[in-house]
């Protein structure tokens, strides 16, 4: 069983900064890959950013040069830095983590992030 626990949302005005915290636990070690999405209201599910076992990452258009993310090996954590939000940055962002490139996806219950203009 793997438990995937995010925390950090919240409300900001436009400009300003908001960091994302996410920490899967239970039976894995070290998950192959983990990262965050984010849905929009009224919108489709769109990939915000990823990371690797290896340290590689990956960003989505929208987020480039604005969020950061890092991870925390020895706790299984992943951070979301956003820095410069806008208004379209307001969704509610997934965190999930892949114990394997080829096992299933678990995924947390979201965290509501509001940008107000």
């Known amino acids: 069983q793997v438990k995937i626990v995010e925390s950090g949302g919240g409300t900001v005005q436009s400009g300003g900064s908001l960091r994302l915290s996410c920490t899967a636990s239970g039976t894995l070690s070290s998950p192959f890959e983990m990262g965050w999405y984010r849905r929009p209201p009224g919108k489709e599910r769109e990939r915000v950013a990823l990371?690797?076992?290896?340290?590689?990452?990956n960003y989505g258009d929208s987020v480039k040069g604005r969020f950061t993310i890092s991870r925390d090996y020895a706790n299984n954590t992943v951070h979301l830095q956003m820095n410069s939000l806008k208004s379209e940055d307001t969704a509610v962002y997934y965190c999930?983590?892949?114990?394997?490139?080829?096992?299933?996806?678990?995924w947390g219950q979201g965290a509501q992030v509001t940008v107000s203009s």
């Open positions: 999930f983590a892949d114990p394997t490139e080829f096992s299933h996806r678990y």
């Open positions: 990371i690797w076992s290896h340290g590689d990452t």
